[in-house]
């Protein structure tokens, strides 16, 4: 492995760990609170402070981090360009607003609860996966090509 990569590699893996740690901490790899979030008659705000603290961090980072020619690590960056809205991103977004609500995860908090040894956790990154492999197979009977 390419000394570059290895140290790509090193330090996605310090960020998603750091990023992991904050899940649990927060407690939303608890799917109680992620559904008694979309629940309006138990409704708990945790995630919405959590969201805030999110958004009110990168509202500061991203013009500071955008200053730079390119990230630290690479030699340009990858921001997509696209603005337009698509049957796919509007089926996509369906399909994962709903597997949030109904599972309590979505894919970062789920892969993290995996290594609790949770059932719910493995069921839900098992549909996930399941889930791409079907969409990747069908994609070209769909038409959802861009």
């Not at 955008?66 to 089926?91: F, Q």
Request: net charge positive.
């Amino acid at each position: 492995m390419k000394p570059a990569l290895a140290k790509q590699n090193a330090v996605s893996f310090a960020v998603g760990f750091v990023f992991s740690i904050g899940l649990a901490v927060s407690g939303m790899t608890q799917p109680k609170k992620i559904i008694s979030f979309l629940n309006l008659s138990d409704w708990d705000h945790s995630l919405l402070l959590v969201m805030i603290g999110a958004v009110g961090i990168h509202i500061i980072a991203y013009p500071l981090v955008k200053k730079r020619a390119s990230p630290i690590l690479d030699t340009k960056w990858y921001i997509p360009k696209r603005e337009d809205v698509t049957a796919r991103l509007i089926l996509g977004s369906a399909l994962f607003g709903i597997g949030w609500g109904l599972g309590g995860f979505c894919p970062g908090p789920g892969v993290t609860s995996l290594a609790s040894g949770d059932l719910r956790a493995v069921l839900f990154v098992g549909a996930m996966l399941l889930g791409m492999i079907l969409f990747k197979k069908t994609e070209p009977y769909l038409k959802l090509r861009e």
